[in-house]
């Protein structure tokens, strides 16, 4: 891993008052509103949020993988020094993939359901590469036993029906690492798996990003995920970026009240609370935010301030983000 | 449990078992006919069938009102009924695959004009159509396979649309954009392969319409003109003898009947046999 100078000074990916708007017949609705973040590399930057946050939206804005026809994407992606966002279509595929690629949510459905495991691992290398198909099947068995797979070379006739979730899984992430990328996003990797199988493919994300020295923007709504895995978080709220810091920052002592109640929601095993918290409320529909902050008639902090102006995203504490105007004091303890 | 009488492996079978045979007496006509097709014979007019009472060997089918031989007939005939059935399927199947998958995979502007072009085409009918291009054109095999290929686009169309519609929102096409393949290279590799089964079940149950469509068209006159032995032609001229000469009509129908019956035993073969629903018991 690079030294921390470094990698500060020059982020592999920097979002930019990033902003996507969809168009649904006369009506524009911002899925995500000036959100911005660094990714330096070799790093793990986790996007938390809940459903409808613009956490998976984001994801396909920096795969530029929304249709032009619906989506409108503005502001700066910078990734290795290119503008993503300006980046005329034809050269856009050819960073997918080789330099940047995504894990889906899904291994059920990612996976083409009547093409091979190894014919579907090939399809980049070829892509990309160019690798012959004898060069390419070669690889893929490498990157299945990469990816910790028993019998690679058996597995690359077999078709995604044949293996179990967590083996589909690890076959998409063998086929996200099979062009050595610079940054994967990962969008959700392992909602749709069992609570063992998570912590094996997070374990083998973990293995895979030290050993290829991989950036990942991991986008979860699981808090333990991220407090497990990544090194910064930006929590999402409503299409907004609302606190951005270094992970043991956020967790320590959280300076939004969304990330406070977040926090707050997890439960306490070991403590004397004997029911769940939840956050009263719920998120507001994109076609009709508030005028000032999204999360304020959730808010018991808020005041009349914040439901006229939207906070913007400002240093509460060096390294620390986040968009409030009376943030949660910073002697406020909450243990994840 | 039970095997069904008629199982997806017997349909098949049997379907292109039969086919094979009309094929191959299409291919081979000339050594298998005995007669020349438009030989007419004035002494030998309509004479009936061998099993009939009256018919000789020579004429295993009988003879038609020129004393042209049947069997020989029907044998040649069924070389325009099969190129005209399989021509014009495959015409309309490559007009509508295209046409779905673009319309199915562009959306938006693209798809409103194909698929309400194809509305309009339905909503036209068929004879008409045939009628007006045989009028400009004349009749030929040739024009007989455009005009049904250009007439049976739409199912296809529909289809594929409809297919592409739904397998373009899956994540699978999705992950294929994120690891950088093109708009082509999807339709190609991912959309249409998962689109074939489907098309074939439907392509296969085509060619026995079309071949009806082709008997229905010569019956009218808009085929190929008389002198031709074509099945709906020897049909054609079987209903106004109907009651004189049955066999003229019987023969040239039980062959339609015949290839029609095998083609859709084929076609549900084959549907059985691809259905995902149902693979795995079988295969």
């Known amino acids: 891993m690079m030294p921390a100078a470094l990698s500060e000074a020059t982020p592999l990916l920097s979002v930019r008052d990033l902003t996507v708007r969809f168009r649904s017949g006369r009506e524009t609705v911002t899925a995500i509103d000036r959100v911005s973040f660094d990714v330096p590399r070799g790093r793990v930057l986790g996007l938390v949020g809940e459903s409808g946050s613009g956490k998976s939206v984001t994801a396909l804005a920096l795969m530029r993988l929304l249709s032009p026809d619906m989506a409108e994407i503005a502001g700066e992606v910078r990734f290795d020094g290119r503008d993503l966002v300006a980046l005329p279509e034809g050269e856009m595929r050819r960073v997918r993939g080789r330099h940047l690629s ?26 990309h590469l160019g690798l012959g198909r004898k060069a390419a099947r070669d690889r893929a068995a490498e990157l299945l036993a990469m990816v910790a797979i028993p019998e690679p070379r058996r597995r690359l006739d077999q078709y995604p029906h044949e293996l179990s ?85 956020v967790f320590g002592h959280p300076r939004h009240p969304y990330t406070g109640g977040l926090l707050r929601c997890i439960p306490d095993f070991d403590g004397d609370q004997d029911r769940l918290v939840g956050i009263d409320g719920t998120v507001p529909s994109l076609t009709n935010l508030p005028p000032g902050c999204a999360y304020a008639p959730r808010c018991e902090r808020a005041q009349d301030d914040c439901r006229i102006v939207v906070p913007d995203l400002e240093a509460v504490a060096p390294a620390h983000r986040a968009a409030c105007f009376h943030p949660l004091e910073f002697a406020r303890e909450v243990s994840p | 449990m039970r095997r069904r009488l008629f199982g997806k492996r017997f349909k098949i079978v049997l379907g292109a078992g039969i086919l094979l045979c009309i094929c191959l007496a299409a291919i081979f006509a000339p050594y298998l006919a005995p007669y020349d097709p438009y030989q007419q014979s004035l002494v030998r007019r309509l004479k009936p069938p061998a099993f009939m009472d009256g018919g000789s060997l020579r004429n295993l089918l009988g003879t038609d009102n020129y004393g042209r031989d049947l069997l020989s007939r029907l044998i040649y005939g069924s070389r325009i009924s099969i190129l005209v059935g399989v021509a014009s399927m495959a015409l309309s199947c490559t007009l509508g695959t295209v046409a779905g998958l673009f319309a199915g995979f562009k959306g938006g502007r693209v798809e409103q004009v194909v698929m309400r072009f194809a509305d309009a085409h339905s909503a036209f009918p068929d004879i008409l159509l045939a009628i007006i291009m045989t009028a400009a054109l004349g009749g030929s095999a040739l024009n007989l396979i455009l005009v049904l290929g250009i007439s049976g686009w739409m199912v296809y169309a529909r289809l594929v649309f409809g297919l592409t519609r739904s397998l373009r929102e899956r994540s699978f096409v999705e992950a294929a954009a994120s690891y950088g393949g093109s708009d082509r290279y999807i339709v190609f590799r991912h959309i249409l392969p998962q689109v074939v089964p489907v098309l074939t079940v439907v392509a296969t149950l085509q060619v026995a319409q079309m071949i009806l469509q082709e008997a229905a068209l010569s019956f009218l006159g808009l085929g190929l003109p008389p002198p031709a032995a074509t099945w709906g032609n020897i049909l054609a001229e079987g209903r106004d003898r109907l009651f004189g000469a049955p066999w003229i009509a019987h023969t040239s129908g039980l062959a339609i009947i015949l290839v029609v019956f095998s083609v859709n035993m084929l076609g549900n073969g084959l549907r059985e046999a691809l259905d995902p629903k149902a693979a795995g018991a079988g295969r």
């Open chain 1, 102 to 127: 995504m894990i889906f949510q899904e291994p059920m459905t990612s996976l083409n359901p009547i093409a091979s495991i190894g014919n579907q691992i090939c399809e980049p290398l070829r892509l």
């Open chain 1, 165 to 249: 979730g967590g083996m589909r899984q690890r076959v998409v992430i063998a086929m996200a690492i099979a062009c050595e990328p610079r940054l994967i996003i990962a969008d959700e990797p392992t909602t749709a798996l069992d609570v063992t199988t998570q912590a094996q493919i997070l374990d083998l994300l973990r293995d895979l990003q030290s050993r290829l020295g991989m950036a990942i923007v991991m986008i979860t709504h699981d808090l333990g995920v991220v407090a497990e895995f990544a090194d910064h978080v930006q929590v999402m709220y409503a299409g907004r970026g609302v606190e951005r810091a270094a992970v043991r920052d």
